[in-house]
């Protein structure tokens, strides 16, 4: 089955650091990819999102994911965090099945400190 | 454009009873809407998927008579949980998808549910 890991369950960093969060799924066919922030007290809202085309995609926010095929990785970037940028982060795939798009599997998230 | 609204935000119930939630496309027409559960520091969990018209799709796992799915038009779809024992306490959230060939889901802010 479909299965989506998001390898750190919680990233702390003062404001300004860089920021990489990690996003690998396994399915080897067509998928669309997705970044998903949750800030607290609020629902998901779409950071960005890859369907085909130029593998670096640019977010809202200033956020970029590269999708790396061979890798089956879809990562997460921001140069330079601020404090609002504290939340959770999910990653979520959807494959495609015989040119039907199925269901998102997100993956567990990542929450995001950010000191100020 | 593309805001859903859940409503109740928020409800307690006494075990037994029966608590039904309204997931509301506000500014599209959603040929499909999924409901999710969301338990703490875990991933979304997807439970089924509504298309108008027609039964909901469950995944496994999940009681179709426990969780009862209606999606009676093309901006409305309710999830009532029947009989609710304090183990169905969680978070509830919706999402919508667009027109037929639309990749995107659009998800509604959640509904917390305990029962007491």
């Known amino acids: 089955a479909q299965s989506v890991s998001q390898h750190n369950h919680h990233v702390i960093l003062s404001e300004a650091a860089s920021l990489e969060l990690g996003c690998n799924y396994s399915?080897?066919?067509?998928?669309?990819l997705f970044w998903y922030v949750q800030y607290p007290g609020q629902h998901l809202q779409l950071l960005l999102k890859?369907?085909?085309?130029?593998?670096l995609v640019k977010g809202i926010k200033g956020f970029e994911a590269e999708f790396i095929k061979s890798k089956f990785s879809f990562n997460l970037r921001k140069p330079s965090v601020q404090w609002s940028d504290t939340a959770e982060y999910f990653c979520?795939?959807?494959?495609?099945?015989?040119?039907?798009?199925?269901?998102?599997?997100f993956g567990k998230g990542t929450k995001l400190s950010v000191k100020p | 454009g593309a805001v859903v609204s859940q409503h109740p935000s928020r409800v307690i119930c006494k075990s037994g009873t029966s608590v039904k939630i309204e997931c509301r496309s506000l500014d599209f027409q959603a040929t499909t809407m999924f409901w999710y559960r969301q338990f703490p520091k875990q991933s979304l969990m997807l439970m089924a998927t509504?298309?108008?018209?027609?039964?909901?799709?469950?995944e496994q796992g999940v009681e179709k008579d426990k969780f009862l799915i209606n999606h009676a038009s093309l901006t409305l779809s309710t999830l009532t949980v029947t009989s609710a024992h304090p183990e169905d306490s969680s978070f509830y959230i919706c999402?919508?998808?667009?027109?037929?060939?639309?990749?995107?889901?659009?998800f509604g802010p959640g509904t917390r549910l305990t029962v007491t």
């Open positions: 399915y080897g066919g067509t998928v669309n």
């Open positions: 979520a795939v959807s494959a495609f099945y015989g040119g039907s798009q199925g269901n998102l599997i």
């Open positions: 999402s919508a998808k667009g027109l037929a060939g639309s990749y995107e889901q659009y």
């Open positions: 890859y369907f085909s085309g130029d593998p």
């Open positions: 509504s298309n108008e018209g027609s039964k909901a799709t469950y």
